[in-house]
Structures are given as structure tokens and as C-alpha cells.
């Protein structure tokens, strides 16, 4: 583990989600109504780590959306730090699959880029833009544009974009969906080094159960068609867990746990 | 950064850089006019139905100045109506990303327009606006028109709905939203809309004053005509070919120098 010591704790702490009887419909293009979320309950405490794994189509992306409050829950509530949620929520930074960095922005542009919108202190943000992209190696691409980068790279400048606001709630959608096999593995290790340094909450969707149970202390599994919370899987194996952690029985009994609910489920098949 | 360091501190070999780019094209060019000279001259073809490549040069050698004042009317009239066009497409183009009647009426409506072929409006707007310049900046207005628009429409919406969603979880209104993201990503688009404009407002400009002119390099094409002067028609095509690729490498230029990550993404490409 290396830590650099020139990260200052974050400024704040990561703050607790309380979603209570949450139900999403949306209007289908065609016409109908798609019943995306049904009746979803879930606490998530301060500085959580909680993965969501399902079947495409269950709804993990519009969970996701509704508590960045991009999107209006058609019943129940959603509290982010103690604050009911109704439009975009201040303490909250997103990740998504596709990295959506702005090709128009140097790397250090693009962290910045929440720095400018939110209208935070110019100078404190560089610097931790500055540090955020040494502690994941980037140091020497700060000048460079997006178009000159590697997948990883990019997905990397993505996350230090999210992390310099020291956001309470990371919100992450299948963020190392697009990569391959052993740049996801080596960013898992980014991911969980990054969230011992600053403990805000995060909740992570992903199609990974491996991925899920490596990173989390709780793994949400849901079902399909409508969102349902199946299962929710804790998981205490000491931290931090590595490349060792996936011969160890409790990472495979989970696994093996959170793999039943999809063979139950028909989303796996065995025949 | 590295690219651009080099670009400026090797100036000298940009001319190696710019023979090593277009050498082939100008080797196809230049075994073209050979072989035309070579024709002209072993056949005997009078200059009255082709002129040789040496016989065009020295007419331009000759006539400078008269297709130099020619040429400053046509692209005074190509640089007007070419402004008219960005000024008005542009802010149409936001108008329809942003607005839902435009979207849906107006937006359908123009496109249907561009079927009408302008030139043929020409006479119409000589009738409108009389032998000035009027009529022909209006001509290079509404053929360059329709390209921008275009272009400019389709690089506003090509904005991923996540990097919207990025920057509205940021907290940004639609303001912010239009200058961080909707306008930058939609200029390189913009700019290929401007390069094909361009030209077509060298097409507009140059049918303006074939249809009633008493200057630009149009109306000295008809003259030329009339007199059976085809060394000066040839000489004022090649000076209006200059002036259309002159205009379209300005507009190359400044894109390359508004938008450098541009280059380096088509780089990373190649």
C-alpha cells in the first residue's frame, strides 16, 4: 500500500443514504409503462462501501440516478446526508461506464472541470487535482489531452474528476465495465487504496460478482423486471484485500451465495 | 504540448514538412500541366479554345491588377455573405437544440428549403436588390447557409447524455451546460460546416455576378467570354480557385489553432 502522505484527509467525512419505499415507472418510446424499481428499501451507512449486481435491465442504474437526483422517483424518498433529495445533489460525484471525459480538456482540465462548475477555491483544488493524478500515475499526463490516453488512463482521469470535489457519495456505474480483464483488476486496487484514504460512502454497480465481493462490505443483488432487492450479502474479510483475497473461503462462499441468487433467478443457466 | 513545441521550434522544416504532405498532389499537378502544355503546343490549338498553361500565366502576369480589383469585389461579396450565413446559422442551430417548436417545425421546414437549388433564386434577387452587391451576398448567404446549419445542429445534440448528467450532478444550469459542454463538443462540426460553407459561398458569389454584374471576377468571366478572351476566363478561374482554397485553409487554420486537441485525437486514429 502506498500512501502518499500529501493528501490531506478529505474535508469531509462520507455521509449516510436512506432509501425508503422507493418505486420508479418510466414511459416506455413505444408507449406503456416499464416498471424499472419496485418498493426498494436500503440504508447505506457513512463511509460504506456497497456494491449493486443484477441482471441487466433491474433497475441498478436508475437507483443510481435517482439518488444523484437526475431523476424523479415516481413514490418514496431518498435521503443523501440527512437531506431529502430533489434535484442534483451537491456532496454526490459520479463515475459511469464510458468515461465521458472532455476531449477539448487537457487531463488536468477535466478534474478540474467540477472545481469550476461548483465554483470551489481554484488554487487547494489544483493541488489536489495535482496529487489525485500522481496517486494513480499520472502525474506526467496532467498537460496531455484525452485523445492521447488509454482506456484505463481515461478512466483513472475520471475518477480523480470525481474525487476532487471530496464528494460524501461516490456514485459508480460499471466503471471498469469497458476495460479489460487485468487493467480492472489493477483499478480495483486503485479504488479500494483510494476509499481507505478518504472513507466516503460509495455505492458501486457493477455485473461483476468477483468485483463485487472484492471491494464491498455489503453486495446488494437484484432481480428483474421489476427491481427487487433479492438479497443483500455482508461481508467482513479484512481489508485490504488483494489478489490473496479470491483463494480465501469467505470471498468464495459469497461468491458462490450471490451466483445461486442468479442461478435461482434463471439469469444464469446451468443446463 | 510535445507536438506544438516541435511545430514551432523546427520552423524551417515546415516547407520539408509541406512538400513531404501534399508531394504526391503536387506531382499529379504538375504532370497535368506539363502534359496540357505538351498538347497544346504539338497540336497547335489556338489559344482562343485552349490556352496553353504558360499563356494563362503570363495573361496573369500581365493583367494583375484588373483581376486583382476583380478579385477583392467577389471576396468582399464572399466574405459578407459568408458572415450573414455563420451569424444567422449558429444562433438558429442553439434555437433548435433548445427549443422544441423549432425542432419540430421550423427546423424540418429549412431543411426542406435546401432542396430548392438557390442559384436558380438569382434573378429573382436581382429583380429584389437591384445590380449592386446586395443580390450577390445574398446568393453566397443562402447557399452557404444550409451546410452550417446543419453541421452546427448535429454537433450540439452529439453531446453523450452522461456528460450531460456529469455536469447537471454538478449542479450546472443549462447555461453552463451549453458553454462547457454542448458548444466545444459541437465545434468540431461546426468547423466542417464552415469549410463546406465556404466554398459554396465562392460558388454564390461568382453565379451572382454572372447573372448582372459590373465587377468581380464573375462578371470579368463574361466579358472574357464576350470577347472570346479565353486566356483571361482560364486566368480568372485559377485566381478563383486560389481564393476558394485560400478561404478554405483560413478557416483550417484557425480551427487548428481554436481547437488543438482536435489534431490529437484524429492522430491517435491514424
Known amino acids: 500500500m502506498s500512501r502518499d502522505p500529501r493528501i490531506a484527509a478529505p474535508a469531509r467525512a462520507g455521509v449516510p443514504i436512506t432509501i425508503a419505499g422507493v418505486t420508479k415507472h418510466y414511459r416506455a418510446a413505444r408507449g406503456g409503462d416499464v416498471h424499472a424499481l419496485s ?13 449493486i449486481v443484477g441482471p441487466s435491465g433491474c433497475g441498478k442504474s436508475t437507483l443510481l440516478m435517482l439518488i444523484a437526483g437526475l431523476i424523479p422517483p415516481t413514490a418514496g424518498a431518498i435521503e443523501v446526508g440527512g437531506a431529502r433529495v430533489g434535484g442534483a445533489v451537491g456532496n454526490v460525484a459520479i463515475v459511469f461506464q464510458r468515461d465521458v471525459l472532455l476531449d477539448w480538456r487537457t487531463v488536468l482540465g477535466n ?28 502525474a506526467d499526463f496532467e498537460e496531455k489531452y484525452p485523445g492521447e490516453l488509454s482506456g484505463g488512463m481515461r478512466q483513472r482521469v475520471a475518477i480523480c474528476r470525481a474525487l476532487v470535489q471530496d464528494p460524501g457519495l461516490l456514485l459508480m456505474d460499471e466503471p471498469f465495465g469497458a476495460l479489460d480483464a487485468l487493467t480492472r483488476e489493477q483499478m480495483n486496487l486503485d479504488l479500494q487504496r483510494m476509499w481507505l484514504r478518504d472513507r466516503n460512502t460509495v455505492l458501486f454497480i457493477t455485473h461483476s460478482i468477483e468485483e463485487a465481493v472484492l471491494l464491498s462490505d455489503r453486495v446488494v443483488v437484484m432481480s428483474s423486471r421489476p427491481g ?44 | 504540448m510535445t507536438t506544438i513545441a516541435t511545430d514551432a521550434s523546427a520552423p524551417t522544416s515546415a516547407l520539408a514538412g509541406f512538400i513531404n504532405r501534399n508531394g504526391p498532389v503536387l506531382a499529379i499537378v504538375a ?83 435546401q432542396t430548392i437549388p438557390k442559384v436558380a433564386l438569382a434573378p429573382i434577387l436581382v429583380i429584389w436588390f437591384g445590380y449592386g452587391i446586395l443580390p450577390k451576398v445574398m446568393v453566397a448567404f443562402l447557399i452557404s447557409f444550409f451546410p452550417i446549419v446543419i453541421n ?54 461568382t453565379v451572382g455576378e454572372f447573372i448582372a454584374a ?9 466579358v472574357s467570354q464576350v470577347r472570346l478572351d479565353t486566356p483571361l ?16 485553409h483560413v478557416i483550417a487554420l484557425i480551427e487548428r489553432i481554436a481547437l488543438p486537441w482536435s489534431r490529437v485525437a484524429t492522430e491517435v486514429v491514424e
Not at chain 2, 459568408?82 to 421546414?109: G, N
Not at chain 2, 459590373?214 to 463574361?222: N, S
Open chain 2, 233 to 248: 476566363l482560364f486566368a480568372a478561374v485559377v485566381v478563383l480557385s486560389l481564393l476558394g482554397v485560400l478561404l478554405f
Open chain 1, 111 to 138: 478534474v478540474l472541470l467540477p472545481v469550476e462548475i461548483k465554483k470551489l477555491d481554484p488554487a487547494t483544488h489544483r493541488r489536489k487535482a495535482r496529487d489525485l493524478l500522481r496517486s494513480v500515475g499520472l
Open chain 2, 152 to 205: 452546427s445542429v448535429i454537433g450540439m445534440r452529439s453531446a453523450e447524455r452522461e456528460m450531460i448528467y456529469l455536469v447537471q450532478s454538478m449542479g450546472a444550469g443549462e447555461l453552463t451546460t451549453f458553454l462547457k459542454i454542448r458548444l466545444p463538443k459541437a465545434l468540431p462540426s461546426i468547423f466542417g460546416g464552415l469549410k463546406v460553407g465556404i466554398g459554396q459561398a465562392v460558388v454564390g458569389a
Open chain 1, 228 to 271: 427487487r432487492i433479492a438479497d443483500i450479502v455482508a461481508n467482513e474479510l479484512p481489508r485490504p484485500r488483494g489478489a490473496h483475497t479470491r483463494s480465501e473461503p469467505g470471498f468464495v462462499e459469497h461468491v458462490e451465495r450471490v451466483r445461486r441468487h442468479f442461478l435461482a433467478l434463471g439469469v444464469l443457466s446451468e443446463t
Open chain 1, 39 to 51: 418498493e426498494i428499501d436500503l440504508a447505506i451507512a457513512a463511509g460504506e462501501f456497497v456494491s
Open chain 2, 31 to 113: 504532370i497535368i500541366f506539363a502534359l496540357w502544355e505538351a498538347a497544346v503546343r504539338a497540336l497547335d490549338v489556338p489559344d482562343y479554345l485552349l490556352p496553353s498553361p504558360s499563356v494563362i500565366a503570363a495573361k496573369i502576369v500581365v493583367s494583375w491588377q484588373l483581376l486583382l480589383v476583380n478579385a477583392f469585389v467577389t471576396l468582399e461579396e464572399i466574405l459578407l455573405g459568408f458572415s450573414l450565413s455563420v451569424l444567422i446559422a449558429v444562433p438558429l442551430a442553439v434555437a433548435a437544440v433548445y427549443s422544441r417548436i423549432f425542432e419540430r417545425v421550423a427546423f424540418p421546414f429549412m431543411v426542406s428549403l
Open chain 2, 214 to 222: 459590373e465587377h468581380g471576377l464573375g462578371y470579368l468571366q463574361l
